[in-house]
């Protein structure tokens, strides 16, 4: 008698476990940004994205499972036009609408960055407005678009020369193929934290050009999905793990509040 009930509350308990596994629903991942800090390893995806994949699985253990999938920037596109249901990883407010767009679902900030200017330090740039920026041999990234000047780029008042990542940006401007570069802060002091010939040649623009954040971004119809991360994301700017984690590629956690 006391053998069978032994096996009745083992055999619970794989159906609870069973339950529990299934009860976990899968949230895909979706990031376009192959790129330091957020990836800093393409063989092993390992970077800050999928850090903040990792910490997002334990905090939800059990009610979701996030899964990381990288993608194109124009497939990323393509999918979200088509109505794919997934979370954007480190969306920046100023593009899709913003948080206050309404198209989108967005957590509270992660990260607060901005589009530095970047210059040699043997020849430095100052940016003082769009018209600082006509005749200079301009880089940028490929597929980005910059609201500050995006008039005078239609317009052709500024001549951007694109690429494809933010190390062959540095590159172009280090050979003096370029005279300036625009990269994201958050780019911007990994490349100097983990190389010191940037820290020394250099020259950061003491006007940038846009702030934004960075947040999960969500497709409409995942209202619960978002409101369940939402609490998660509120917690991690004093969360000492998440803190130690952002320290190491030089970063803190945003300053600005949810919008």
């Known amino acids: 008698m006391q053998h069978a009930k032994r096996l009745l509350l083992a055999l619970g308990l794989i159906l609870l476990g069973m339950q529990s596994a299934r009860a976990a629903q899968v949230i895909e991942a979706w990031s376009?940004?192959?790129a330091p800090p957020f990836q800093t390893d393409p063989a092993t995806n390992a970077g800050l994205t999928?850090?903040?994949v990792s910490y997002l699985n334990k905090a939800l253990a059990g009610r979701y499972e996030i899964r990381l999938v990288l993608l194109p920037r124009a497939r990323l596109n393509m999918m979200l036009e088509n109505g794919g249901k997934a979370m954007i990883v480190f969306a920046p407010s100023a593009i899709f609408g913003g948080p206050g767009g309404g198209r989108y679902l967005w957590s509270s900030p992660l990260l607060d960055d901005r589009q530095e200017l970047l210059s040699r330090t043997n020849r430095p740039f100052e940016f003082t407005g769009p018209a600082s920026l006509f005749?200079?041999?301009?880089g940028a990234m490929l597929g980005h678009a910059y609201p500050v000047i995006e008039k005078e780029l239609e317009t052709g008042q500024i001549h951007a020369d694109r690429?494809?990542?933010?190390s062959s940006l540095l590159n172009m401007l280090l050979a003096s193929h370029a005279d300036v570069v625009t990269i994201p802060a958050t780019a911007a002091r990994y490349f100097v934290r983990a190389h010191p010939v940037y820290r020394q040649r250099l020259h950061f623009s003491r006007q940038h050009l846009g702030s934004y954040t960075r947040h999960l971004m969500f497709q409409q119809g995942m209202k619960k999905e978002r409101d369940d991360v939402e609490l998660v994301v509120r917690r991690m700017k004093t969360d000492p793990a998440w803190i130690a984690t952002l320290k190491k590629y030089g970063l803190e956690p945003?300053?600005?509040k949810a919008e």
Do not use: G, R
């Open 163 to 166: 690429a494809t990542s933010e």
């Open 32 to 34: 376009y940004y192959p």
């Open 254 to 256: 945003a300053e600005s």
């Open 135 to 138: 005749n200079m041999h301009f």
């Open 50 to 52: 999928a850090d903040l």
